[in-house]
């Protein structure tokens, strides 16, 4: 009798699954979601990128993990809420979820070769999850932005040995007093300031890493001589340093790369800024406040916006470029006045500056306004743009992040008062 | 295969049936030797019982399979029987018959439910279908209890070997789960058991040769998986199994030769 009973009962839960099961239950036990940042069609070669997969699990249970299609420029690297060799459990119907760290670092050698790999992470369920890594590692491009020419020299560059060679110039109507300029986190944008009429010229990149026609950022109300410019880790917010009126200004990006609304903030004491950089977690913007001799952190919200800064000490001489490596743990800060490049140790809490070592190794540097970017803590390129020297110096790092030697560079001698650069 | 088996063995008892009665009609009138021999058939409604069972993807996922509906098409047998102690056992009121028989049984139908991912009602994103065939051939002893005029009842219990075949397939529900996921076709496969029978049955008395009888057969069938073919690279530690169980009644017809 109560077996009839609770067949009765399973009977009639049964219908009733069946009935709102398309609408409820439609639900897959395990899932992955990403990658963030999206692939990019193309990687350069030299240059190393981090996505993230997240992993969902809505199983009430540890589930464990092994991860297959991981070999040659795609390798698993930890990252933050890292998945491990675990997925850990749904807490009843609330999941859990977990990251899984991609890096992407194509050689030089594989320059053209697709590359088609299935990243398949096995959890012990039905089928392994799956997702395509798909890309065509292409020729690393340096973009210099020309002063003097107004226009845009491109140049491939073996970031392995950090040579740069076949510059072509690049030129948009658009241009006009160029100053810095940087790419998107995918590669297919380059942002370049024009500090003459106070506007952002966003130039789409083709394939093969060279710009294309240029479009007039829309929204130009926030822009007072931008001299500095940057662009979020997930792509989605745009600050420059508003060299004239010493503000920031922060824009949105959106899903087509364009400029957004942007606003004018003043963080904190700003004077002359002439440069802007976010580490890789984008929770930290470091500026090179040009007229104080001092370098800035300010916190990033969640909402993009800067909240109040820290100032280091006067110790950097009229600082015009600004970089980070991707540990977070090393400024690069030219000095225009002293034709130096301090490498700063980065500090947790409110003295965040550490000790700063200033160099010119060889005597190289004539920065006037150049500003610098990195290549995956291996070199410093550092744009020349006093003195008419017209050059780029690539400076090799050592293992604790310091300058050894700056050679400098003007392959087809399309350098004109270089003052930013930039790497795709 | 299964069919096949079935069919054959049929065929057999059939023919030797067959020979019998003609040597009975060949030979003189005093008692043969065949003449405690009988040939029977009969079909009927079936109803086949199964549990719920659980599907075994890894040792990380067990899922349910739970029965909604079992869709039968019925049953049939057909055997061979030899009454014993016929020259003394008619002269009891009682157990006044013991007919021995070797009888081939065939049912089929369809088993249709759910499955629950880990064994959760949150992950009901699939429903199954197993379609399955048992053939068993089985000794039957048949002692009758008493009789009545021309009516009859005797006891059926019987043992003897079962060949389940059933065959499994997966029908993706959720919308937003991949299709590849599903397991699409297990192939059928043979499992050979020991099966058990026992129920009661009556015989009408039509002529002196010829009976009318009515049979309910609770069968134990023992259990059936199937193949474990991977579909769709499916990972799977091991092929659902299902328990066979038959409840059958039987109308049919016997002739003593």
């Known amino acids: 009798m109560n077996k009839d009973i609770f067949m009765n009962m399973k009977s009639v839960f049964m219908l009733i699954s069946l009935l709102v099961s398309p609408l409820v239950f439609a639900i897959q036990p395990v899932t992955m979601s990403g990658p963030i940042p999206a692939l990019s069609p193309t990687y350069s070669a030299g240059s190393s990128h981090t996505v993230i997969y997240t992993i969902t699990n809505r199983v009430p249970k540890c589930l464990p993990i092994t991860v297959e299609g991981i070999s040659g420029s795609v390798r698993r690297i930890p990252v933050p809420n890292d998945c491990g060799a675990f997925l850990p459990p749904a807490l009843g119907t609330i999941p859990s979820t977990c990251n899984l760290g991609i890096s992407i670092s194509p050689t030089q050698a594989g320059v053209g070769l697709p590359v088609n790999q299935i990243l398949q992470v096995n959890y012990q369920g039905r089928r392994p999850l799956q997702a395509l890594i798909s890309f065509i590692p292409r020729q690393s491009v340096i973009y210099v932005s020309n002063f003097g020419s107004g226009n845009v020299s491109q140049c491939f560059v073996n970031l392995e040995t950090g040579i740069i060679s076949q510059c072509s110039v690049f030129s948009d109507p658009s241009f006009l007093g160029i100053s810095d300029l940087t790419v998107s986190p995918s590669g297919k944008f380059v942002y370049v300031t024009n500090i003459s009429n106070s506007t952002i010229s966003e130039c789409p990149v083709q394939a093969n890493g060279m710009l294309s026609a240029c479009t007039v950022s829309s929204d130009n109300g926030a822009f007072v001589g931008p001299s500095g410019i940057t662009v979020n880790h997930a792509g989605t917010f745009f600050y420059a340093t508003n060299f004239f009126d010493s503000t920031i200004a922060v824009c949105s990006i959106n899903s087509t790369g364009r400029l957004g609304p942007c606003t004018q903030t003043i963080p904190g004491p700003l004077v002359q800024p002439n440069d802007i950089i976010l580490n890789s977690q984008d929770t930290f913007a470091y500026i090179a406040n040009n007229g104080a001799n001092t370098v800035l952190r300010c916190p990033v919200e969640a909402n993009g916006s800067l909240g109040l800064c820290t100032q280091s000490d006067p110790i950097f001489s009229s600082p015009t470029g600004i970089t980070i490596n991707s540990e977070g743990t090393k400024l690069y800060v030219n000095n225009a006045g002293t034709n130096t490049v301090s490498v700063c140790s980065i500090l947790p809490g409110t003295n965040f500056l550490g000790s700063c070592i200033s160099s010119n190794p060889g005597g190289t540097f004539n920065i006037a306004f150049g500003k610098n970017t990195l290549q995956s803590g291996s070199f410093l390129f550092v744009a020349n743009a006093g003195g008419g020297v017209n050059t780029v110096s690539v400076c090799s790092l050592n293992s604790q992040g310091g300058l050894i030697a700056c050679p400098t560079t003007n392959p087809n001698s399309t350098f004109s008062i270089p003052e930013g650069v930039a790497l795709n | 295969m299964n069919q096949k088996v079935g069919s054959k063995i049929a065929c057999l008892i059939l023919w030797g ?34 549990d719920d069972t659980t599907l075994i993807i890894s040792p990380f996922e067990t899922d349910s399979n739970l029965i909604k509906t079992v869709s039968n098409r019925g049953a049939w047998k057909v055997g061979i029987g030899y009454y014993f102690f016929e020259d003394w056992l008619p002269t009891w009121n009682y157990l006044n018959h013991l007919l021995f028989e070797v009888n081939v049984y065939q049912i089929s139908g369809t088993i249709k439910g759910a499955v629950w991912q880990y064994q959760l009602p949150q992950f009901y994103n699939y429903n199954f279908r197993a379609p399955f065939t048992s053939t068993r051939l089985m000794f039957d002893f048949k002692p009758y209890l008493f009789a009545w005029n021309r009516i009859s009842s005797y006891l059926i219990l019987g043992v003897g070997p079962t060949w389940n075949t059933i065959s499994y397939r997966e029908k993706l529900i959720a919308p937003d789960v991949p299709a590849d996921t599903t397991l699409a076709f297990l192939d059928k496969y043979t499992s050979t058991r020991v099966a058990g029978d026992v129920g009661v049955g009556l015989s009408v008395n039509l002529t002196r040769s010829l009976s009318l009888t009515a049979e309910y057969v609770y069968g134990f069938l023992g259990n059936s998986s199937s193949a474990n073919s991977p579909t769709y690279g499916v990972l799977l530690a091991d092929a659902p199994s299902f328990s066979f169980k038959t409840q059958t009644l039987l109308f049919g017809l016997s002739l003593k030769l």
């Open chain 2, 17 to 50: 049936a067959a020979m019998l009665v003609q040597a009975g009609t060949m030979g003189p009138s005093t008692r043969a030797w065949y003449t405690d021999f009988e040939i029977s058939g009969a079909g009927g409604p079936n109803w086949f019982r199964t």
